[in-house]
């Protein structure tokens, strides 16, 4: 019988690829996730019956256990963005992950691999490294040979970086954004996931590896190339960090007084974020290591970014109008 792998996460924005490369690879996988009935676009990635979405809540141990029954391997790709409620930074990037660590290794399972992120720190400045810096903890304490994945902001046909910012660049002549000379080291998702898959294989060595693409930019420089590639010319105001803090300080009100059905557009702790530089550390192991490549964000990006172009698809065509007619 075929290798078992249990995603947890499974269908989000890494997990989905993760999820791709094993079905590809012959293994059944097991995508846990809180709605697996949103989950179902994942089923087509194996044959019938490989892929199988099933109900899973991180913060429960009896759920996770048996989401994990019978695993030859298990990926950790749940986090979370959001400080409040039920599934804040420490219930799911702390507890969560040391639930899933402390489980796999009573199972036996025989390969784990965790998703965390560049910047993860106990004694990080924001909450949200100090709980990805507590699940690492927690993670080795439990199960030393997990292999922790830590990439930089990752780019993708369904990611939250480039896909918000083109959006928000329809909306007038002036695109905000918060510390614009904060580095970054975009990683291709589908990377991420390509080291997830040798990981779950037991084809990598224990540790932690940080990941970033061939490219070392400002945030400023990235918007001033995602404008480029949706050919739209906007004004870029790089918000003070004081003041884009008392902004995130305002929507955490918001958000607060809600109950968190409104989601704020921007956070005191994300502000604190923006602070530090996202990029690879000196010495840390990286893809080189397991042999990849990474992918440049100018072969990807613009096969999902044209649907922000004023002519879509057509802006190709609608140039070569213009040049035919003069």
Same mark, same amino acid.
Request: proline share 6%; with cysteine; glycine share 10%.
């Given at each position: 019988m075929s290798k078992l792998v249990t995603i947890y996460g499974g269908s989000g924005f890494v997990g989905r690829y993760i999820a791709r490369r094993m079905a590809k690879a012959g293994w059944r996988v097991r995508v846990a996730v809180r709605?697996?009935?949103?989950?179902?676009?994942?089923?087509?990635?194996?044959?019938?019956?490989? =892929? $199988?979405?099933?109900?899973?809540?991180?913060?429960?141990?009896?759920? #996770?256990?048996?989401?994990?029954? +019978? *695993? !030859?391997?298990?990926?950790?790709?749940?986090?979370?963005?959001?400080?409040?409620?039920?599934?804040?930074?420490?219930?799911?990037?702390?507890?969560?992950?040391?639930? =899933? $660590?402390?489980?796999?290794?009573?199972?036996?399972?025989?390969?784990? #691999?965790?998703?965390?992120?560049? +910047? *993860? !720190?106990?004694?990080?400045?924001?909450?949200?490294?100090?709980?990805?810096?507590?699940?690492?903890?927690?993670?080795?304490?439990?199960?030393?040979?997990?292999?922790?994945?830590?990439?930089?902001?990752?780019?993708?046909?369904?990611?939250?970086?480039?896909?918000?910012?083109?959006?928000?660049?329809?909306?007038?002549?002036?695109?905000?954004?918060?510390?614009?000379?904060?580095?970054?080291?975009?990683?291709?998702?589908?990377?991420?996931?390509?080291?997830?898959?040798?990981?779950?294989?037991?084809?990598?060595?224990?540790g932690i590896y940080e990941l970033g693409g061939p490219e070392v930019q400002t945030f400023r420089e990235l918007m001033v190339d995602m404008l480029t590639v949706i050919q739209r010319r906007k004004i870029i105001l790089n918000m003070p960090f004081w003041l884009a803090g008392v902004m995130g300080s305002i929507f955490d009100a918001g958000s607060a007084m809600t109950g968190g059905l409104v989601p704020a557009p921007l956070t005191r702790d994300q502000v604190t974020q923006l602070k530090q530089d996202n990029v690879v550390a000196d010495g840390a192991k990286t893809f080189a290591d397991l042999g990849i490549t990474p992918t440049a964000m100018e072969v990807v990006i613009p096969q999902y970014l044209w649907r922000y172009r004023t002519t879509g698809q057509y802006a190709d065509i609608t140039q070569s109008a213009r040049n035919l007619r003069t």
């Open positions: 709605r697996p009935n949103e989950a179902l676009f994942v089923k087509p990635y194996g044959t019938v019956g490989q =892929v $199988a979405p099933i109900l899973c809540n991180i913060r429960d141990d009896a759920s #996770v256990a048996e989401a994990m029954t +019978g *695993a !030859d391997a298990v990926v950790n790709c749940v986090g979370t963005f959001d400080k409040g409620g039920k599934n804040n930074f420490d219930a799911v990037q702390n507890l969560g992950a040391e639930r =899933v $660590a402390r489980l796999a290794a009573e199972k036996g399972v025989a390969q784990l #691999v965790h998703l965390s992120a560049i +910047g *993860a !720190d106990t004694n990080g400045a924001s909450l949200y490294a100090q709980s990805k810096g507590k699940g690492e903890e927690a993670i080795l304490k439990h199960f030393p040979d997990a292999v922790i994945l830590r990439p930089s902001v990752m780019f993708g046909p369904e990611d939250n970086f480039f896909n918000r910012f083109a959006a928000m660049s329809r909306m007038g002549p002036i695109l905000p954004i918060v510390g614009g000379q904060t580095k970054f080291q975009p990683v291709f998702v589908d990377d991420v996931a390509a080291v997830a898959e040798k990981a779950a294989k037991g084809e990598a060595t224990p």
